[in-house]
């Protein structure tokens, strides 16, 4: 799994502003009531998918108050939120593949929109499946070994024992892979012990693409930054190689 550029993105994000951090809560909370809906259970011990967005927002830093706030919210009758999960799928420059996440009440806005994004930024939006086969879903925990000092072989050992399928050293961090299924109990286990700098479900290359174009590179970097800042966009998975 070593090579999975993870920490460098949340390198990048690490200073994000409050705008930001507000602008990932929203983004989070959608998640959140849609599990909910989905699920039809606010307890995240018999909502298997209200449990990982849990370990999401907690990673994030996500105050238990707005947790908790947001959960009632779901369950609320005079709650009208109407999201559905859409996922696009295409390619950027240079061949580098592109999975987007999106909940949006307006599958036309949000197509238009993304495919808008691919088209400007040299890429092109292509059919379902036409590069979800080169990823996989994985659980993904980033612990923070930035200050921390931890020993390596205790972490991997705790992971593992916690039922991660494998374990990567980067540079200040610690990944650790998980199967979707396992994910909530190998976070929960793991999170009384270690600061985690992210923990969610992502999908994760199984081969990796360099840009060598200076202006791909520009045009790529300012492609993710606006899917970043689309509120319907959750998330974005790419195979390019840092």
């Known amino acids: 799994m070593s090579g999975h550029s993870k920490w460098h993105n949340i390198q990048k994000t690490k200073g994000a502003a409050d705008a930001k951090r507000a602008q990932a809560f929203t983004k989070i909370a959608r998640e959140m009531i849609v599990a909910v809906k989905e ?133 200040e961090a610690f990944e650790v892979y998980t199967d979707p299924d396992s994910f909530p109990a190998v976070a929960a286990a793991l999170e009384g012990k270690y600061r985690f700098l992210s923990a969610q479900i992502e999908m994760v290359p199984q081969n990796y693409v360099k840009l060598t174009d200076p202006d791909n590179i520009m045009k790529f970097e300012k492609m993710l930054d606006l899917m970043d800042d689309n509120e319907d966009i959750q998330n974005v998975w790419t195979n390019r190689e840092e």
């Open 39 to 171: 699920g039809g259970s606010g307890d995240p011990a018999n909502n298997s998918r209200l449990a990982t967005v849990i370990a999401k927002a907690k990673a994030a830093n996500m105050p238990n108050d707005n947790i908790k706030r947001t959960i009632d919210k779901a369950l609320g009758s005079g709650n009208t939120d109407n999201f559905e999960t859409v996922t696009y799928e295409g390619y950027g420059p240079e061949g580098v593949a592109v999975i987007v996440d999106a909940m949006t009440d307006n599958r036309n806005r949000t197509a238009s929109e993304v495919r808008h994004l691919f088209d400007k930024y040299g890429g092109n939006m292509g059919a379902a499946g036409c590069v979800s086969w080169s990823f996989d879903k994985k659980g993904v925990i980033v612990i923070d070994n930035e200050d921390e000092e931890l020993d390596e072989d205790t972490v991997m050992e705790d992971a593992l024992e916690a039922g991660a399928e494998d374990f990567s050293p980067e540079d």
